[in-house]
């Protein structure tokens, strides 16, 4: 047994030690905190309740908007591309078979209510067609000088 | 030396104090059930059966009368924001005991008053074997000339009977530890220990 473990009797004094009163002014502090505390989980909860709506409301009207104006943009890219397709084309010139199918499966997304993303891959298309057209026409018309 | 910081006392006399601490005391299972449905009564009836011993507990731990107040606040707000931490596998007084006492020892280990100490050089530093030998030192005068890591194992083993083994958990240290500062405590407290009839204030 070393030093430490030698037993020592606590001393009688110490079961003599004062029992202090509780101070008055205690629990209503506690009380008090704790309703303040609790107000103020509650408000962060209902703060974090309207961050999220409104967050939702951005998210949405980002997402919501953004996108018709993305389709809006292609359409009226769509219509001078065409204007231009028209311009360097023959006056009986008919309209070519892969702009009719582009055309007819975006009637037919529309009229389904399809997604914005398929709508505007049918816009792309629609112009990357009219590109190819735009650019045969110059390469033709090159031809023609040369 | 500093002034010690000491409540305004009131010394109840041996009838008034059935118990070492009142965390002894049963708790009434209705009370129980009332408070985990979140009555504010139950509470006001809990505090009223044990505040004043964590208040106590607290107050011998920090030596300072706020800081004791602080840890009876943070221990029934805990309470009162949920009772789910009390399985019932004990008895509620000794739940309520070891809440209050981490928090105490929380509070000394945010202090840092256990980090670097030299227990024997600081309880030197309060010079209890030098004093007077016809000092009437009072028993609290005596616990609080301790360092706060002497007088914490001391409070909680040999007033409120833990054990060394759940003192090293509750300090993070090794079992010795506690063993060795009680130890050393005890011997320089049996040294000074004051004439009775000076310590009661009776």
Redesign the interface.
Known sequence: MNRDDEPVAAPDVLHALPEFPLPAALWPNILATFARRRRRRRAAAAGFGVAATIALALVAYRAGPAAPDAVAGMQHESLVLQHRWRAGAQPASPWPAELRRVDASLQLAYDRGAETAEITALWQRRNDLLRILIASQDDALAVTRL | MAPIAR??????APSE?PE?TGFGVPLDGAILERARRGD?TAF?AI?SLY??AC??LA??MLAE?AAA?DV??DV??KL??GLRGFRGDAPFGAWLKRMAANAAVDRLRARRAFDGEDFDESTGAFAVDDAPADARV???T??MRLSPRARAV?VLH??EGYTHRELGEMFGQSE?FS??VL??T??R??RA??D?SA???S
């Open positions: 409540p305004d006392t009131r010394m109840p104090r070492r504010t006001a505090y505040g004043r208040y106590n107050l011998r009368p107040e009876v606040q029934f707000i009162m924001e009072d028993a609290w005596l616990l001391l040999e007033l010795s063993k060795s130890h050393r005890l011997q407290l049996g220990e004051p009775a310590d009661t204030g």
